[in-house]
C-alpha cells in the first residue's frame, strides 16, 4: 500500500493538470480558439524542443534505434489482433481495429514516464515512439482515410499526404536533428561554445512548458461521459491485457534477453503500452458518428484506466 502511495504522489501533478484542463472547458474558462492557438504553440515549438534536447544530450547507440523497429511490429501486430477482435464481435464499427494500436506518448506518456524516471530517462520512450510515430503516420492514417470512404481509391490516394506531413512536422524534424547531433558526437563542443549554449538555453526554455501544456489540453478536448460504459470498459480492459502481454513478451525476449539493455528500457515499454489510443484516430473521423463518440469514449476511460493501471504497475515491479 505504501509503494502506491508513493507512485500516486509523483503522479500527482499530471492528474491535476489533466483535471485542470477538464475544469477550463466545463467552466468556459478560454475559448476553443485560445485552445487552438496553445495546441499550435505545444505541437510546433514545445514537444519538439524536448524532443531535440532529449536526443541530443542522450547517449545514442544502434540498439537503441532497433527499438524503433520493434515498436512499430508491435504496433502492426496489434493491429492485426484488432482485426481479428472487431470480426469476432461481429462489430459494424469500423474503426475498431484502430483502437487496439498505437499510443498517446507524447501528451501523456511523456509526462507521465519523466516524472516517475526523471527527464534524463525520456530519451528511452522517445525512441520507442520512433516507431510508434512512423506506424502511426503510415498504416494507421491509410487505414483510416480507407474505413472513412468505404474503401475507395480516393482513400487510398490520401496515404502520400500524412506521410509528407511528418517528414516535415516539427516533431520529426527535431527527432532527427537531434539523433543526428548525438551520433555525431558534435554535441558536447555545441554545448562548450558560448552561442551554443546559449541557443540549447533558448530550446530549454521553450521545452519546459511542453509537458504541462499537453496534458492540459487532453483533459480539455476529453469528453466528460461515456456511453455504453460496460462494453466500453470491457475493450479496455481486453486491450490493456493484450498490450501488457505483448510488453511482456518482447521486454522478456528483445529488451532484456537479444538487447540486453537496462531495466528502465522495460519500464518505458511497459509506460508506452499502458497509455490509451492515439488522438490521431478521432481526429481522422471527419463526420460526428456514434462510431466516433465510441471512439472517444474509449480513449476518454482508458486513460482513466491507464493511470490506474500505472500505479499499480510500478508499485508491483
Known sequence: MDNVLVVFLKIMPIILLLLLGVW??????VSADVISGIKKITLNIAIPSILFTTFFRADMTQEMLMLAAVTFAACLTAFGLGFLIKRQRRSTNPYLPALFTTFLTGPVGFPLFSSYFGEENLYKLAILDAGHSIFLFTVLIAFMGSAGTKGTVDGRKNLWVPLCSMLRSPMTIAMIAGIAL???????????????????????????????????????????????????????????????????????????????LDKTYQMALYTMFLLPPSFIIPLSITEQSEEKQYVMGFISLHLVVSMAAFILLMAVI
Open 24 to 29: 477550463m472547458r466545463k467552466s468556459h474558462f
Open 182 to 260: 548525438s551520433f555525431s558526437g558534435y554535441a558536447p563542443m555545441i554545448e562548450g561554445y558560448p552561442a551554443g549554449a546559449a541557443a540549447l538555453g533558448a530550446v530549454d526554455l521553450a521545452a519546459s512548458s511542453a509537458f504541462s501544456l499537453s496534458l492540459i489540453l487532453v483533459g480539455y478536448e476529453l469528453p466528460l461521459r461515456v456511453k455504453k460504459l460496460g462494453r466500453t470498459l470491457a475493450d479496455v480492459l481486453l486491450r490493456l491485457g493484450m498490450m501488457l502481454l505483448i510488453a511482456y513478451v518482447l521486454n522478456t525476449v528483445v529488451i532484456a534477453g537479444w538487447l540486453g
